[in-house]
C-alpha cells in the first residue's frame, strides 16, 4: 500500500499546488466535521447561516487586504478604518440612514485614499504609512469621540437587518452585499484592466513603472477600495453587535491578514485570488467557532488560534511552494 | 544626548556620515523638547526628568529589540505581546520573594525571551512564511499566553527590584533606569556591533543574497535576530515589572507600534540594513517626551498618538524626498 501512495503522491502534490482551493475545501470541511464530532447535531442551516453571518465582515474586510497585498503591501490600518465608519455612522444615525452610511463609507474611502497617497505618491512603505494612519485615526477617534456624535448615537434598522436578518430560511441577507461584492472582485481581477494592472504591478513594480503606467494612481485607488471595503465590513459588523465602540474592529486585523495568507494570496504581491480568501475567512470563522464549542478559556482560544494560523499558513506555503 | 559624542566618530564614507547626520539629528529634537518640557512645566525638576526615563525605558527596550531585527531584514509585531507575556511571568514569580530571587526570575526570564526569540526566527526560517505573518500570528500565541499566567494585573515585585529603575541613587539627574539602559546598550550591542555575528546582521539586511555569496550563514543570522529581539522585549518586560511594580497582560498592546515609530524616527530604513539601535533609543524618549508636554499643555494625552503616528509618516516621507534629491 506505501508503495502505491509513495508512487501517487507527486502528481496529488502537483495538483493540490495547482488548484489550492482543493486543499482549502477539505479544510474547511474537516473543520466543520470537527465541530459536528465536538457537539453532535451542530451542523444545522441555522448554524450555516450564522457562521455565514459572522464570516461575511470578516471577508469583506480581507477582500481590501487582498487587493492590497496582491500589490504587495500590506494595510494595518484597516482595523482601525472600519472602527471609524461604524462608530461614526452610529453618531450620525440621526441624519437619516443613507446619510449615515454613505457618511460611514465616506470615512474608509477617505482614509484609504490617504493611504493611498503616502505609498503611491510620496514612496512610504505600505507598512509604515498604514501603521501611522492607524495610530492617527484610532488617536483622533478617542480625543474626538463626543465631536463625531449628534443626537443620540444608534445603529441603523437596516444596517442592523442587513447584518442579522435572513432572506429565506435560513440564507443571511448579509450574503447578498457580500456575494455581489464577491463577484464584482473576482471579475475584476480576471477580466479588467485594473485586474491586470494590480498582478503586473504587485509581480514587479519596477517593470510596471518603465513600462509607462501611473502606478500611483493604481496605488491611490486601491487603497481607497481597500478602505471602502473596511467601511463596509465595520458596518456589517456594528450591525451584528448592534453597538459601536472604538475597539470594535481592531481586532480584526491580524484575521483579515490570515484569511488572505491562508487563502494563497502571496504577501509579495502578484500572487492570488479572492475565491481563496472567501475559503480563508470561512476557514477562519468555523476555527473559531470550533474553539468555542470546545469552551476552553479565553487565553487558550488566543494561543490555539495564533498557532493553527500559523500552521496553516506554513503548510500552504510548503504545498503550494510559495509564501 | 551626550551619548553621540561618546562614540568615535568613523569616517568610513558617506552612509556612514548619513547615519550619524540622523542620530545627531534625532538627539537635537530630543534636546529641544527637553527645553519645552523645562519651560511648559510649573518647576521643572530632576523628577520630571526621572518620570520621563521611567517613561520611556520600556519603549528603549522594545525599540532596541525591534531595531536589531528590522537591520537583518524581518520585521516582529509580535514585540509588545512577548512584552507582555514577561512582564507577566516575571511579576507573577516575583511576588512576595526578596532580592535575591528576583535577580533569579530576571535571568528566568531573560531566557525564556531568548527561547521566544529563537522559536520565532527558526519558525521564520524553516516554514518560508513571510516574518510579517509569523510575528503577527505569534503576538496572538504570547497575548494568550501573558493571560494563562495572570488573568488580570497583579503580581508583584520586591522594592529593591523596583528601586533599580525608579531611583536616582548616583546623582539626581542621572536616573538609575538610564544607567541600566545605557548597561544594556554597553554590554549587549556596542561589543556585538563589530564582531563577525554583528557585521553579518548588517549584510543580511541589506542584501541577503549577496550576503549568502559571501559565506554568511544567512539562516542563523535571521534567527540570531530575532533572539535578540527577544532579549530585549524581555528586558523590556522586566521594565514594565520594575517601573509599575506588577504584571499587566495587556501592558505590551501599545509598544508594538511604538517600537516600530521609534526605530522609523531613529533613522532605522524599513528595507533592513541599515541605522543602530543608539537613534532608535533616543527616538523612544522623544515618543515618551512629547506624551509628558502634552500633559503640561493640559492637551489630551491620546494626542500623543496622533502626533506619533503623524511624525513617523512623516519622517520616512522626507527621507524619501531626501533620497530622491540626492540621486537626482
Known sequence: ?323 | MTAVAERPAAPRGRRIAVRHGWTIGICVLLAALLVVEANSAPRYSSFDFQSLVIAALPLAFAAMGQAAIVISGGIDLSIGAQMAFTNCVAAKLMQGHGMGDAILVCLLVLAIGVCIGALTGAVIVASGVPDIVVTLASSFIWAGAALVVLKTPGGGSPTDFQNLTTLANVWEWLPNGLIVLVLAYALVWAPLRRTPLGLALYAVGSDREAAYLSGVRVGATRVFAYVLGGLFAALGGLALTSTTGIGSPLSGDLYTLNSVAAIVLGGVALAGGKGGLLGPIVAAFVVSIVVAILVFWGVDSNYGQVIQGGLMVLVVMAGGLLLLRRRA
Open chain 1, 1 to 323: 500500500v506505501s508503495a502505491v501512495t509513495q508512487a501517487r503522491r507527486p502528481p496529488v502534490g502537483r495538483v493540490l499546488a495547482d488548484h489550492p482551493l482543493i486543499m482549502l475545501a477539505v479544510l474547511l470541511v474537516a473543520l466543520l466535521a470537527a465541530c459536528e464530532i465536538a457537539q453532535p447535531g451542530y451542523l444545522s442551516g441555522d448554524q450555516l447561516g450564522t457562521l455565514l453571518r459572522l464570516a461575511a465582515p470578516l471577508a469583506i474586510l480581507a477582500a481590501g487586504q487582498t487587493l492590497v497585498m496582491l500589490t504587495g503591501g500590506i494595510d494595518l490600518s484597516i482595523g482601525f478604518s472600519a472602527t471609524a465608519a461604524a462608530y461614526i455612522m452610529t453618531g450620525q444615525s440621526s441624519r437619516g440612514t443613507v446619510v449615515a452610511i454613505l457618511i460611514a463609507l465616506g470615512v474608509g474611502l477617505l482614509i484609504g485614499t490617504v493611504n493611498g497617497i503616502g505609498v503611491g505618491v510620496f514612496g512610504v512603505q505600505p507598512l509604515i504609512m498604514t501603521l501611522g494612519m492607524g495610530s492617527v485615526v484610532i488617536g483622533v477617534l478617542t480625543v474626538r469621540a463626543q465631536d463625531f456624535v449628534t443626537g443620540a448615537p444608534a445603529v441603523p434598522g437596516f444596517v442592523n437587518d442587513l447584518a442579522t436578518g435572513s432572506l429565506l430560511g435560513d440564507v443571511p441577507k448579509s450574503i447578498l452585499l457580500w456575494g455581489g461584492l464577491s463577484i464584482v472582485l473576482i471579475l475584476a481581477l480576471r477580466r479588467s484592466g485594473y485586474g491586470r494592472m494590480l498582478y503586473a504591478y504587485g509581480d514587479n513594480p519596477i517593470a510596471v513603472r518603465l513600462a509607462g503606467t501611473r502606478a500611483w494612481q493604481l496605488l491611490i485607488l486601491t487603497y481607497a477600495l481597500c478602505g471602502v471595503c473596511a467601511a463596509i465590513g465595520g458596518l456589517l459588523l456594528v450591525g451584528l453587535t448592534n453597538a459601536a465602540d472604538l475597539g470594535l474592529a481592531t481586532s480584526y486585523l491580524l484575521p483579515s491578514v490570515a484569511a488572505v495568507v491562508i487563502g494563497g494570496t502571496s504577501i509579495f504581491g502578484g500572487v492570488g485570488t479572492y475565491s481563496g480568501t472567501i475559503f480563508g475567512a470561512l476557514i477562519l470563522t468555523v476555527l473559531d467557532s470550533f474553539l468555542t464549542l470546545l469552551n476552553v478559556a479565553q487565553s487558550v482560544r488566543q494561543i490555539l488560534y495564533g498557532a493553527i494560523i500559523l500552521g496553516l499558513a506554513a503548510l500552504y506555503a510548503r504545498t503550494a511552494g510559495r509564501a
